[in-house]
Structure formats: C-alpha cells, structure tokens
C-alpha cells in the first residue's frame, strides 16, 4: 500500500523556488532599469549642460562639460555635437550585459524640432 507522505513537501519546495525565481527575475528587471534610467537623465543633463555652454549662459566648452559629466557618472560618453545653440549627446551603459545607447537633445525651445 503506497502512502502520499511528504508529497505536499514536494510540492512546497517547487511552489516556493517558483516564487523565489520570479521574484530574483523583477528584482533584475528593476535593477537594469534604474540602471538605464539613472543613464538618461545623465544624458539629459549633459545635453542641457552643453546648451548653455553654447549660448554662453555657463562658462565652458559645451562638450567638455558633457564628458566631464559623463566621467563624473562612470558612463560610457560617445558623441556630442553643438549645431547653432543645439546640443546633441549619446552615452552608454552596460545593463545585464548588453551596451545600451542613451541620447538626449537639448537647446532653445523656440529651435528644437
């Protein structure tokens, strides 16, 4: 005669390593998407530095001050170019191994289209 005992011990471990997976899988999900987020808004900022370098509103050449920001932030910095009072910057970022691309634009409003 065969008995179900420890049966629902089975099941508890799978029930619960299930639980622990998913919740490690969002934990990472999360984590590369500060990452990536916390990326853009240094790009942002770069950009914005960069266009008040251009219209002479802080002291400093537009890009330098961009990739000083970049190093500032251990980013990867790649592009920057000012055309009239438009600032352009592209950065990168490691997320979960994979080179991520962060741009960001930014000048007058009355110039940005």
Not at 73 to 89: G, M, P, Y
Request: hydrophobic share 45%.
């Amino acid at each position: 005669m065969r008995t179900d005992h420890g049966s629902s011990t089975s099941a508890t471990l799978i029930l619960v390593s299930g639980v622990i997976s998913v919740t490690s899988f969002l934990f990472l999900c999360g984590s590369a998407l500060a990452t990536f987020e916390r990326a853009q808004a240094v790009t942002d900022r770069a950009a914005l530095e960069a266009a008040d370098a251009a219209s002479g509103r802080i002291p400093g050449y537009p890009c330098d001050r961009a990739e000083r920001l970049a190093e500032k932030h251990q980013l990867n910095f790649e592009t920057c170019s000012v055309d009239k009072l438009i600032a352009r910057v592209t950065m990168k970022v490691t997320v979960l191994g994979f080179l991520i691309d962060t741009r960001a634009k930014a000048g007058p409003k009355n110039m940005l289209r």
